[in-house]
């Protein structure tokens, strides 16, 4: 089965420190740029990061910028997220999702997040 | 900042066309998506590339783009397509972001 499986969340202190992670099964994950997107409670969605294929582009959120690290591995088909520093604010449901992007040249041709997890509910509380 | 607009919610009976817009400045430039979003289930994408549907999203689903204004379109609206509707670009080709959703009421 084509799914992506988030795990990791859970409660911490603010200023805390949470490692997510997403297994990827019933596709080839390398070929995928996978992204984390997060949804605080009653709200909407919030990109959090991107990671090309390789791991040679990363991309975050102004928000979290200095604080989270985003990482693969394809070997074992697997998409993480090391959150530190952890603000109140960060309290959400953190997605993971692929998008498959084709290149031609210098053009890119990007199809969207067409697969996302069920998501991993991260609370920062004291 | 960037921002993508969004109206907060649209309102049709069955059988109606409802649209969904959302305004931004980087949109002539950056294509936008559409997602669907149930209440309690992760998001699903009904348009990519500003007017491409996945496979398995009904036709009814459509999109368009015109200026900074991009515009999901169901035709024929059904119960089962209530949901909140975001949209997503880029503001740069390191960014991205969603709009604030637009809850659709059948």
């Known amino acids: 089965e084509v799914q992506l499986v988030e795990s990791g969340g859970g409660l911490v202190k603010p200023g805390g420190s949470l490692r997510l992670s997403c297994a990827a099964s019933g596709f080839s994950f390398s070929t995928y740029t996978m992204n984390w997107v997060r949804q605080a409670p009653g709200q909407g969605l919030e990109w959090v990061s991107t990671?090309?294929?390789?791991?040679?582009?990363?991309y975050y959120g102004d928000s979290m910028k200095g604080r989270f690290t985003v990482s693969r591995d394809n070997a074992e088909n697997s998409l993480f997220l090391q959150m530190s520093s952890l603000r109140v604010e960060d309290t959400a449901v953190y997605y993971c999702a692929r998008t498959y992007i084709t290149s031609s040249g210098n053009s890119y041709s990007n199809y969207g997040m067409d697969l996302w997890g069920q998501g991993t509910t991260v609370t920062v509380s004291s | 900042s960037y921002e993508l607009t969004q109206p907060p919610s649209v309102s049709v009976s069955p059988g109606q066309t409802a649209t969904i817009t959302c305004s931004g400045n980087a949109l002539p430039k950056q294509y936008a998506y559409w997602y669907q979003q149930k209440p309690g289930q992760a998001p699903v994408l009904v348009i990519y590339k500003d007017k491409e549907r996945p496979s398995g999203i009904p036709e009814r689903f459509s999109g368009s783009s015109s200026g900074t204004t991009v515009t999901l379109t169901i035709s024929g609206v059904r119960a089962e397509d209530e949901a909140v509707y975001y949209c997503?670009?880029?503001?740069?080709?390191?960014?991205?972001?969603f709009g604030g959703g637009t809850k659709l009421t059948v």
């Open positions: 990671i090309s294929t390789g791991g040679t582009y990363i």
């Open positions: 997503q670009s880029a503001d740069r080709s390191d960014s991205w972001m």
